[in-house]
């Protein structure tokens, strides 16, 4: 719904449905229920989640929003880890598991296996992965 008041409000723009899918939470299609971005078939994703979202984030997940391709269960790999490194590096810690800009695919992302919150990016990873803003609105 969020996608859909700020459409309304003529912040965004677009028209979006607000409606999911599927019955899975995370079910979205770029620029139908989410907006896409330039980049197509990428999209964002909000969403709100609790402290056991994932066992490897050493934050709570709260509102939050996400970038990468989105698919029926979620959102897909999309920036190289570098790409997500150097926006993480520019606006937070430079960090995968910790503080506002995230790496889901944390074991593709991190040097650790652990959630170390002093765990560091595998820049030679050529894996990709969605990102993740956390506390985002």
Known sequence: MLWKHLAKAGLINGSYSGIIITPHPWSSSAGVNVPASRNSPNGWISFTTGPSFDPNYNTNM??????????IHG?????????????????????????EVLCPSFTNCANSNTNAIDSE????????SPIVFRDAY
């Open 62 to 71: 709260r509102h939050s929003l996400s970038y990468g391709k989105p698919y």
């Open 75 to 99: 959102i897909e790999e999309t920036l190289t880890i570098q790409e997500i490194w150097n926006i993480d590096n520019k606006i937070d810690d430079a960090k995968p598991s910790s503080g």
């Open 121 to 128: 990016y595998v820049l030679t990873n050529d894996i990709k």
